[in-house]
């Protein structure tokens, strides 16, 4: 099968290409960018798309999802959650090992990888636990699970508190040349918290989460990172402080990257108000001035990646006190729009958008993905960045609708979503 | 809408005496007497009675103010309820002559709430009813022992009492809605 | 003015005129209370569901009598929370209890915002009779009352609080009735009880007791957790008490006829020595009565304005 996208604006920041133009995608490769298209138009195997008005860019990466599979699959299997992300977009996904046996060995990185082939529609890579059932003791089998095709390690929702366990764990995965990925959080400053520690969780009586508990684990992470010469990857950037930290170390050369989700910059814990339990994440929705930190540092590339941190978790486990419902929300089918007001806000332009979402996160993780270079996999998305929409949850393709944006109305429609050629998702 | 005077303040006035003397024909004067007056303008003919009865008696019976709010029958049915006010018997009712006073007597449904919270105070050994206006239209089976004056109305109709104290002039008027 | 509000869950949302308007219909509410026959016909016919998930004969029974005494159908529903987390959710409960004709119902819950989710999900009243560490409505609704029935003004009146502001609901509803009414605030107690973000509410924190409560009219007592000593807060009640209890020399900075107000239950020679423990127990038993009075006002004006026309 072939496609023919025609007349739409090119953006691939991985090439430095912004022009109006055509291209050509057979046997599941991007095959050419032809100049004229007179000899497609009338081939009757050559599947023409009108492009015209649209962008046409590197299908998205999102190197955080949680695809629930196996052990939650109410919450998302690997098939909804591919879905969702094709919906979104998104060509290739990156699955965090909190699953149940949690990604700690070789055969549970197998059975994702089996079921990803099977019935998923997009690119997925798992990430490794750091340690044993991510407990934070001991090292998960993390050289055989990148044999079977880990790209990372993360204990992602349960920090490894031991610093002596993160030195080894990135002391050992030098091996591979795969970064320890880390979701930065004291748990014992964080204690029972269920939202950010501020005014907003004074007044609600709802335990606070303080910035610090994310700060000062960024430090550990990056002295250590220091000490060992790893890959650091810091996920989900919320403080002012982990900004600050970061930008602090990159500039002295420590090998860190860090991602930042669309939840983080577009809202701050008012969102908590009334508690809307879809508004509960960890970490936190933080302050207006974090919020801040986290537009500049995404505009002076401190923060290189957005990614959704997508976190399925079904209706019941929601509609119940907040203290008890479950941290997170999806993300996948909201990234785009939310992405789209940075540009329309003048924090980013529209290539550095897609540059953080193809391939800036592609690069941190070696994915190889994330660019439509010719001779490369024909993964595209082709979208209408001003088509107005409101978001409506029960149009989800995740079996989980636990979004704080929904009802909302904002600008950016996904059109088509190609993976290895195919066409997996067209609106 | 039209308005029409049913009684000016020259009237109100023989009226309250002529009320005054028939309680007191009735109860033989006013020793065991207590007045009760319905909020709001219940209360204010209620005064002027207590008062008459003093001039003539020498005696001042003692006399008490009530809210029906909390007694009120469509309570259930209605969207906004009605502010609540005191209700303030700062005597005994027991086995004492209570008029209650109000100033219009139209379905008999506040005397129904009037009697049963008089009731919660104690056993009085009777319950009479002094109203200015007996405008017709019962749906209780509830009389008025004083009134000060009878008249037919339909029910579109709107009877007014304005008193010098909550109106600043004495009048009753019936308006033709 | 009217009463628009189906739910009551917390001081915050209301206006200074809602809150005055509860005031005023208490002291009507007190005056039945007074009376040989203590029970007006008002909620005849309505159902009042009083769902604890804490242990609370002092608060559970005050509105059990304030819904008796208005003629509702009482149904009272303990339970603890240890169990239910295991077992029924909340929602599920309360849906329960709807479908057998609550149409009000009060709660009482260990989770701060546990009544927004009835309020969100149900049809039924809501009234907040204590949240986690959020708001308890009618407990700062009587304290107003009482404060309002002594001192006859709220208005100016200088307020402190004391104790372990971060946990205590009792002060949170406090804060925003007393703001708004117009008092001036004041918050004392440990560095590690006083969350510094209080101070966006425009009120002053202080961590030495006799600074605080310098010409105050009213000092409310907080009550202490005993828990609160294995988490770091402080570290001992023996010391938390030393400087932090009220006691009569402490007293005399206040100003000649401060009122001194303990929502119960005291821990004497903790919060209180033992001599003004019993100078305010007169206070305390007004509130008590009074409390019966504000959730009389509570369920009358929610009950008016819960109804669908």
């Given at each position: 099968?072939?496609?023919?996208?025609?007349?739409?604006?090119?953006?691939?920041?991985?090439?430095?290409?912004?022009?109006?133009?055509?291209?050509?995608?057979?046997?599941?490769?991007?095959?050419?960018?032809?100049?004229?298209?007179?000899?497609?138009?009338?081939?009757?195997?050559?599947?023409?798309?009108?492009?015209?008005?649209?962008?046409?860019?590197?299908?998205?990466?999102?190197?955080?999802?949680?695809?629930?599979?196996?052990?939650?699959?109410?919450?998302?299997?690997?098939?909804?959650?591919?879905?969702?992300?094709?919906?979104?977009?998104?060509?290739?996904?990156?699955?965090?090992?909190?699953?149940?046996?949690?990604?700690?060995?070789?055969?549970?990185?197998?059975?994702?990888?089996?079921?990803?082939?099977?019935?998923?529609?997009?690119?997925?890579?798992?990430?490794?636990?750091?340690?044993?059932?991510?407990?934070?003791?001991?090292?998960?089998?993390?050289?055989?699970?990148?044999?079977?095709?880990?790209?990372?390690?993360?204990?992602?929702?349960?920090?490894?508190?031991?610093?002596?366990?993160?030195?080894?764990?990135?002391?050992?995965?030098?091996?591979?040349?795969?970064?320890?990925?880390?979701?930065?959080?004291?748990?014992?400053?964080?204690?029972?918290?269920?939202?950010?520690?501020?005014?907003?969780?004074?007044?609600?009586?709802?335990?606070?989460?303080?910035?610090?508990?994310?700060?000062?684990?960024?430090?550990?992470?990056?002295?250590?990172?220091?000490?060992?010469?790893?890959?650091l990857h810091i996920c989900h950037v919320s403080t002012a402080g982990s900004?600050?930290?970061?930008?602090?170390?990159?500039?002295r050369g420590v090998k860190v990257t860090a991602e930042v989700t669309p939840?983080?910059?577009?809202?701050?814990?008012?969102?908590?108000?009334?508690?809307?339990?879809?508004?509960?994440?960890?970490?936190?929705?933080?302050?207006?001035?974090?919020?801040?930190?986290?537009?500049?540092?995404?505009?002076?590339?401190?923060?290189?990646?957005?990614?959704?941190?997508?976190?399925?978790?079904?209706?019941?486990?929601?509609?119940?006190?907040?203290?008890?419902?479950?941290?997170?929300?999806?993300?996948?089918?909201?990234?785009?729009?939310?992405?789209?007001?940075?540009?329309?806000?003048?924090?980013?332009?529209?290539?550095?958008?897609?540059?953080?979402?193809?391939?800036?996160?592609?690069?941190?993780?070696?994915?190889?993905?994330?660019?439509?270079?010719?001779?490369?996999?024909?993964?595209?998305?082709?979208?209408?960045?001003?088509?107005?929409?409101?978001?409506?949850?029960?149009?989800?393709?995740?079996?989980?609708?636990?979004?704080?944006?929904?009802?909302?109305?904002?600008?950016?429609?996904?059109?088509?979503?190609?993976?290895?050629?195919?066409?997996?998702?067209?609106? | 809408?039209?308005?029409?005077?049913?009684?000016?303040?020259?009237?109100?006035?023989?009226?309250?005496?002529?009320?005054?003397?028939?309680?007191?024909?009735?109860?033989?004067?006013?020793?065991?007497?207590?007045?009760?007056?319905?909020?709001?303008?219940?209360?204010?003919?209620?005064?002027?009675?207590?008062?008459?009865?003093?001039?003539?008696?020498?005696?001042?019976?003692?006399?008490?103010?009530?809210?029906?709010?909390?007694?009120?029958?469509?309570?259930?049915?209605?969207?906004?309820?009605?502010?609540?006010?005191?209700?303030?018997?700062?005597?005994?009712?027991?086995?004492?002559?209570?008029?209650?006073?109000?100033?219009?007597?139209?379905?008999?449904?506040?005397?129904?709430?009037?009697?049963?919270?008089?009731?919660?105070?104690?056993?009085?050994?009777?319950?009479?009813?002094?109203?200015?206006?007996?405008?017709?239209?019962?749906?209780?089976?509830?009389?008025?022992?004083?009134?000060?004056?009878?008249?037919?109305?339909?029910?579109?109709?709107?009877?007014?009492?304005?008193?010098?104290?909550?109106?600043?002039?004495?009048?009753?008027?019936?308006?033709?809605? | 003015?009217?009463?628009?509000?189906?739910?009551?869950?917390?001081?915050?949302?209301?206006?200074?005129?809602?809150?005055?308007?509860?005031?005023?219909?208490?002291?009507?509410?007190?005056?039945?209370?007074?009376?040989?026959?203590?029970?007006?016909?008002?909620?005849?016919?309505?159902?009042?569901?009083?769902?604890?998930?804490?242990?609370?004969?002092?608060?559970?029974?005050?509105?059990?009598?304030?819904?008796?005494?208005?003629?509702?159908?009482?149904?009272?529903?303990?339970?603890?929370?240890?169990?239910?987390?295991?077992?029924?959710?909340?929602?599920?409960?309360?849906?329960?209890?709807?479908?057998?004709?609550?149409?009000?119902?009060?709660?009482?819950?260990?989770?701060?915002?546990?009544?927004?989710?009835?309020?969100?999900?149900?049809?039924?009243?809501?009234?907040?009779?204590?949240?986690?560490?959020?708001?308890?409505?009618?407990?700062?609704?009587?304290?107003?009352?009482?404060?309002?029935?002594?001192?006859?003004?709220?208005?100016?009146?200088?307020?402190?609080?004391?104790?372990?502001?971060?946990?205590?609901?009792?002060?949170?509803?406090?804060?925003?009735?007393?703001?708004?009414?117009?008092?001036?605030?004041?918050?004392?107690?440990?560095?590690?009880?006083?969350?510094?973000?209080?101070?966006?509410?425009?009120?002053?924190?202080?961590?030495?007791?006799?600074?605080?409560?310098?010409?105050?009219?009213?000092?409310?007592?907080?009550?202490?957790?005993?828990?609160?000593?294995?988490?770091?807060?402080?570290?001992?009640?023996?010391?938390?008490?030393?400087?932090?209890?009220?006691?009569?020399?402490?007293?005399?900075?206040?100003?000649?006829?401060?009122?001194?107000?303990?929502?119960?239950?005291?821990?004497?020679?903790?919060?209180?020595?033992?001599?003004?423990?019993?100078?305010?127990?007169?206070?305390?038993?007004?509130?008590?009565?009074?409390?019966?009075?504000?959730?009389?006002?509570?369920?009358?004006?929610?009950?008016?304005?819960?109804?669908?026309?």
């Amino acid at each position: 099968m072939s496609i023919l996208i025609k007349g739409g604006r090119i953006i691939d920041p991985s090439q430095g290409i912004d022009e109006t133009g055509n291209i050509f995608i057979e046997n599941g490769e991007i095959k050419s960018y032809p100049k004229t298209t007179k000899k497609f138009d009338k081939d009757p195997d050559v599947t023409v798309i009108n492009a015209k008005g649209k962008i046409v860019s590197p299908g998205f990466v999102d190197i955080h999802v949680h695809l629930r599979e196996p052990g939650f699959e109410h919450k998302e299997t690997i098939r909804s959650g591919c879905e969702s992300a094709a919906a979104g977009g998104f060509t290739s996904i990156v699955c965090m090992p909190n699953t149940n046996p949690v990604n700690d060995n070789a055969s549970v990185t197998e059975y994702i990888l089996l079921k990803a082939r099977t019935e998923g529609i997009v690119n997925v890579f798992p990430i490794g636990a750091i340690t044993k059932g991510e407990m934070g003791e001991g090292l998960a089998q993390i050289g055989e699970m990148y044999e079977a095709g880990c790209v990372g390690v993360s204990d992602d929702g349960m920090p490894v508190m031991n610093a002596k366990v993160m030195r080894h764990a990135m002391e050992y995965v030098r091996a591979f040349d795969i970064p320890v990925i880390s979701h930065a959080e004291d748990k014992n400053l964080s204690g029972t918290g269920v939202m950010n520690e501020g005014y907003v969780s004074t007044k609600l009586g709802l335990t606070g989460i303080p910035c610090a508990s994310e700060d000062v684990m960024v430090s550990r992470d990056i002295t250590v990172a220091e000490l060992t010469g790893a890959r650091l990857h810091i996920c989900h950037v919320s403080t002012a402080g982990s900004v600050r930290l970061i930008r602090a170390a990159k500039k002295r050369g420590v090998k860190v990257t860090a991602e930042v989700t669309p939840h983080h910059f577009t809202l701050t814990d008012e969102a908590v108000n009334e508690y809307d339990t879809n508004a509960k994440m960890n970490p936190p929705l933080r302050g207006k001035k974090d919020r801040e930190a986290i537009l500049v540092g995404l505009k002076d590339g401190t923060l290189d990646a957005i990614a959704t941190d997508h976190a399925p978790h079904s209706e019941d486990e929601k509609k119940v006190e907040f203290d008890i419902a479950p941290f997170g929300i999806v993300g996948l089918e909201t990234a785009l729009p939310l992405s789209l007001k940075l540009v329309e806000d003048g924090v980013l332009t529209i290539n550095q958008m897609i540059s953080k979402l193809t391939n800036a996160p592609s690069e941190i993780l070696n994915l190889g993905k994330g660019t439509i270079k010719v001779g490369s996999a024909a993964d595209v998305v082709i979208f209408d960045p001003g088509k107005e929409l409101t978001v409506d949850r029960e149009k989800f393709h995740s079996k989980s609708k636990n979004s704080p944006f929904d009802g909302w109305k904002l600008k950016g429609k996904v059109n088509y979503t190609i993976v290895n050629g195919e066409i997996v998702y067209s609106s | 809408m039209a308005e029409n005077v049913l009684m000016d303040s020259e009237t109100i006035k023989r009226t309250i005496v002529r009320i005054t003397s028939e309680i007191l024909e009735k109860n033989k004067g006013a020793k065991e007497l207590v007045v009760i007056g319905i909020r709001t303008r219940g209360v204010h003919i209620a005064e002027r009675i207590v008062n008459r009865i003093e001039k003539l008696e020498g005696i001042k019976p003692p006399m008490g103010t009530l809210d029906i709010t909390l007694y009120r029958d469509d309570l259930r049915r209605k969207t906004e309820w009605p502010k609540v006010e005191k209700t303030e018997i700062p005597f005994s009712v027991e086995d004492k002559e209570v008029v209650l006073v109000d100033d219009v007597i139209y379905t008999g449904r506040t005397t129904r709430a009037a009697l049963e919270e008089i009731m919660d105070f104690g056993r009085p050994s009777s319950i009479q009813l002094a109203a200015m206006v007996d405008r017709g239209h019962r749906e209780l089976p509830i009389q008025a022992d004083y009134v000060g004056i009878k008249v037919n109305t339909l029910s579109t109709e709107e009877v007014r009492v304005h008193l010098k104290e909550t109106d600043g002039k004495d009048e009753v008027i019936v308006l033709k809605g | 003015m009217k009463f628009q509000r189906k739910h009551i869950l917390g001081l915050e949302e209301l206006t200074a005129e809602e809150i005055t308007l509860v005031l005023d219909t208490a002291e009507s509410m007190k005056e039945v209370s007074e009376r040989d026959v203590k029970k007006v016909p008002a909620l005849r016919g309505v159902t009042v569901c009083n769902l604890f998930y804490e242990p609370s004969t002092r608060t559970r029974s005050s509105f059990e009598i304030a819904e008796k005494r208005l003629s509702a159908d009482v149904l009272n529903f303990t339970l603890s929370h240890s169990s239910v987390s295991k077992g029924e959710t909340l929602l599920d409960t309360a849906r329960n209890l709807e479908a057998m004709g609550a149409g009000v119902i009060v709660i009482r819950h260990p989770m701060s915002g546990a009544p927004w989710l009835l309020a969100k999900e149900l049809n039924s009243s809501i009234i907040n009779a204590g949240d986690g560490s959020h708001e308890h409505p009618s407990q700062a609704l009587l304290d107003l009352f009482t404060i309002r029935e002594i001192k006859g003004k709220i208005k100016g009146l200088r307020v402190v609080i004391v104790g372990d502001i971060l946990h205590s609901r009792v002060a949170r509803s406090n804060i925003w009735g007393l703001l708004k009414l117009g008092a001036k605030v004041r918050l004392v107690g440990p560095p590690t009880l006083i969350p510094k973000y209080i101070e966006n509410a425009k009120i002053r924190t202080f961590y030495n007791l006799d600074e605080a409560i310098e010409g105050a009219d009213v000092i409310i007592m907080l009550r202490i957790q005993m828990e609160r000593q294995e988490s770091e807060y402080f570290p001992s009640l023996r010391e938390y008490s030393r400087f932090y209890g009220l006691t009569r020399e402490k007293l005399r900075g206040a100003s000649e006829d401060v009122t001194v107000m303990h929502p119960g239950p005291i821990n004497r020679g903790i919060e209180l020595s033992s001599d003004i423990a019993d100078d305010a127990g007169s206070v305390i038993l007004d509130q008590v009565s009074n409390g019966i009075a504000v959730r009389m006002a509570m369920f009358y004006l929610v009950a008016s304005a819960g109804r669908d026309a």
